[in-house]
């Protein structure tokens, strides 16, 4: 049997749910060229360790070898995507997705003659920009039809394991309206947030490399004139905080995930500083300064949109972004137009989209009458 499984390829981070809305997994979504590697010890836990080689039509690079998340991001020719690169067309994506699910397959699919066969559902999706261009037909069927085979390096307990990857169906779904059917939708299908249907919303998806601007409009739909992409998001940003803190400091922030948790940190003490040689010192300066740029920029497209759609009633700021850029961005609409703007904690705003996607399979399912749960325990 199939197995279903919900996969956001965020600019971030790669963030899925694997059978059900209990079980979660998280991968940086970084990825380096790696043939081999020199092992003093190997890692415990094969997530921290993900080194494969992946041999797919789907992929540009017909066959290569990679370390793929914790482990690419320790090597210096790592890879994290740019804004130049749409998703749809760059194998960085394909790799992430394709790791993710042979990961979850050595314990969910039985292994035959060194070989473990398996079927999915997948609903993943792609930005506004790129759907409204017309690309998730081809993202689909370049998934749907390809061969997919993942093979185990030096991974810990999985070393030499083949997966082979086939789909069953695969929905491709825009990021901004997902982001809607999360909010107005229970885990099990119910209505929630009721006050949010029949009116003009716009979600604000504020990403690493991107920013989505989409708007739901009373019908529940996508309004295809005024929503939009721009390729601006928190990344750009954070790297120039990284340089200016190391140029000011000589003190290297490893990563832009390391750098949020500065900025986030919930205790006082902590968020924005670092330490060096031992002494505490504030980055917030900097911070403010780069972000503060970014933040106007943002408002700037909320205003456009209002001014394109002025019957929109609330504007939700969703995404990793939104939770950097929260504090500079209700300091901007308190100063002028103050309109309704909603911000979702941190943990919604990483998982909302992932979740989103596991929803959309779910109704999917039950329109055509198959099980979830039979398929699941099924492929146990």
Partial sequence: MARFVSIDIGNDAVKGYLGDLENKIYIPNVIADLKDRDIVEMEKEPLNALHVEITSSALKIKNGSFAVGKLASKYPNNDELTPEQDKSESDQPI???????????????????????????????????????????????KLKTAQHEVKFLKTPNFENKIV????????????????????????????????????TILINDIGGLSTDSAIITKDAEVDNEYSDGIKKGVSTYLDNIIKRVYSTHKYTIKSRRSLVEIITNQDSEEQYHIWVDGNR????????????????????????????????????????????????????????????????????????????????????????????????????
């Fill in 164 to 199: 082979r990857i086939k789909f069953e169906q695969v929905i491709v779904n825009t990021e901004g309206f997902a982001a809607y059917v999360d909010l107005t939708t229970n885990d099990n299908g119910s209505t929630k947030n009721e006050e949010l249907l029949g009116k």
């Fill in 95 to 141: 790799v992430l997705l394709l790791t993710t699910l042979a990961y979850d397959a050595i314990s969910k699919f039985k292994e035959e003659d060194g070989i473990i066969e398996a079927t999915y559902y997948l609903s993943t999706g792609l930005p506004l920009d790129e759907t409204k261009k017309g690309k998730a037909k081809e993202f689909r069927k």
């Fill in 281 to 380: 010192v504030s980055i917030k300066g900097i911070v403010d300064d780069e972000l503060s740029i970014l933040a106007k920029e943002e408002y700037k497209l909320i205003k456009e949109l209002w001014r394109n759609v002025p019957d929109t009633r609330l504007a939700y700021q969703i995404g990793g972004g939104s939770v950097v850029l929260k504090p500079y961005l209700t300091e901007l609409n308190q100063a002028d137009k103050n309109y309704p703007l909603r911000f979702v904690s941190a943990e919604e705003s990483v998982w909302m989209i992932a979740r989103a996607y596991f929803k959309i399979l779910m109704m999917y399912a039950d329109s055509k009458g198959i099980s979830i749960n039979e398929a699941a325990a099924a492929s146990e």
